[in-house]
């Protein structure tokens, strides 16, 4: 069984930045393909960014390409969200998601509990 802790949250102004980790305990996640998630109040969740387990291939959403950047450390079981120039509309509970199939795919077996981010304008 492999449990997820996010970390990093907080609130932020308009324009700032926040880094977030999702650190993996119970198992390695080398080998895994490692998202992000985000889930605002009202909308369903919508994915943000994955990483493959050799961080050579990345994907971002649309609405955050340019000013997120995913990134990991196999040695530390972590997966981080560089998160720049950020808006309000990035407000919402960042959820990290473990072991897809492919960095295409929005189904995960793991998830964490999430971390909240709140851009204030």
């Known amino acids: 069984q492999v449990q997820l802790v996010e970390s990093g949250g907080g609130l932020v102004q308009a324009g700032g930045s926040l880094r977030l980790s999702c650190a993996a305990s119970?198992?390695?996640?080398?080998?895994?393909?490692m998202g992000w998630f985000r889930q605002a109040p009202g909308k369903e969740r919508e994915f943000v960014s994955a990483i493959s387990w050799s961080t050579v291939s990345t994907r971002y959403a649309n609405s955050v390409k340019g000013r997120f950047t995913i990134s990991r450390d196999n040695s530390k079981n972590t997966v981080y969200l560089q998160m720049n120039s950020l808006k309000p509309e990035d407000t919402a509970l960042y959820y990290c998601?473990?072991?897809?199939?492919?960095?295409?795919?929005?189904?995960?077996?793991?998830w964490g509990q999430g971390t909240q981010v709140t851009v204030s304008s």
């Open positions: 119970g198992r390695t996640l080398s080998t895994y393909v």
């Open positions: 998601a473990g072991d897809s199939e492919s960095i295409w795919s929005t189904s995960y077996t793991y």
